[in-house]
């Protein structure tokens, strides 16, 4: 079995995703330290008890998520869900690594740029009015299409039903888009001359903001449009590597 060592695996991680040029809201990198040899890890979406049961039964030596703990305000008490979380991660020696904004942001691997892959935008690059770079994407269809069938592809890409407002040009080539919770971009993507926004969550706000601005807007869930970074960056350290790596999928509705 092919194993590699966690200090070497912590600092490829942090040669491709640059984590200490992004100002998160969560430590970037190593959050829980396991096991020094790394012969398996398991990927996935959030560090959940799901996922984490998961990884012990798969054999995990580290899990690589893109929603881990410590996040700027919660309460820092090691109580109930998170104590749970935590024994089981010491109890079995898995370490946990968790990128969050690196892994949105990156130009190739990045949440934004496998969603741009997944749905065929063309073109795609960072909206460079919204910080960090590439939080917010902009891009184009090969050829305008209208929204019905836009979301018809969405949902076959993504496996799930997608909310949608119509409120923009009857063909849509011009598109802009967040994974995750990126709705409140949807005023620069407006400014920027999109017809379309894309992003995992809604607001109420962010409807308003459609109707008014004449976007299109459309929420494919914020689980859905960030699975792609996660499990594009798992692929890549197993062919860097050797090392044996699996995504595991935890569904999630929201």
Not at 128 to 137: A, D, K, L, N, T
């Amino acid at each position: 079995m092919v194993t590699i060592h966690r200090q070497q695996l912590l600092s490829l991680l942090s040669s491709k995703l640059a984590p200490q040029l992004v100002q998160d809201y969560c430590p970037n990198g190593l959050q829980v330290e396991g096991k020094a040899e790394i012969g398996k890890i398991v990927t996935g979406v959030t560090a959940s008890q799901a996922l984490i049961d998961a990884a012990i039964a798969a054999g995990a030596d580290a899990i690589l998520v893109h929603h881990g703990y410590f996040w700027k305000g919660e309460a820092a008490c090691i109580t109930g869900m998170k104590k749970r979380r935590l024994q089981s991660l010491l109890q079995h020696d898995i370490n946990l690594f968790a990128y969050h904004l690196p892994l949105d942001v990156h130009p190739e691997l990045g949440n934004n740029a496998q969603l741009a892959a997944l749905l065929g935008i063309e073109k795609a690059q960072a909206l460079h009015s919204v910080q960090p770079e590439g939080i917010v994407m902009q891009g184009r269809y090969p050829t305008a299409r209208p929204l019905s069938e836009i979301v018809a592809a969405l949902q076959d890409a993504l496996g799930r039903t997608v909310l949608s407002h119509s409120a923009g040009p009857h063909l849509v080539q011009q598109v802009a888009w967040c994974s995750g919770g990126g709705q409140g971009y949807i005023d620069a993507a407006a400014a920027d001359g999109a017809e379309l926004f894309i992003s995992g969550e809604v607001s109420e706000q962010t409807i308003h903001s459609s109707r008014e601005q004449g976007i299109h807007f459309i929420a494919a869930g914020h689980h859905a449009t960030e699975r792609y970074g996660v499990k594009a960056l798992g692929q890549w350290l197993a062919n860097e590597t050797k090392v044996a790596v699996e995504f595991i999928d935890i569904p999630n509705p929201a």
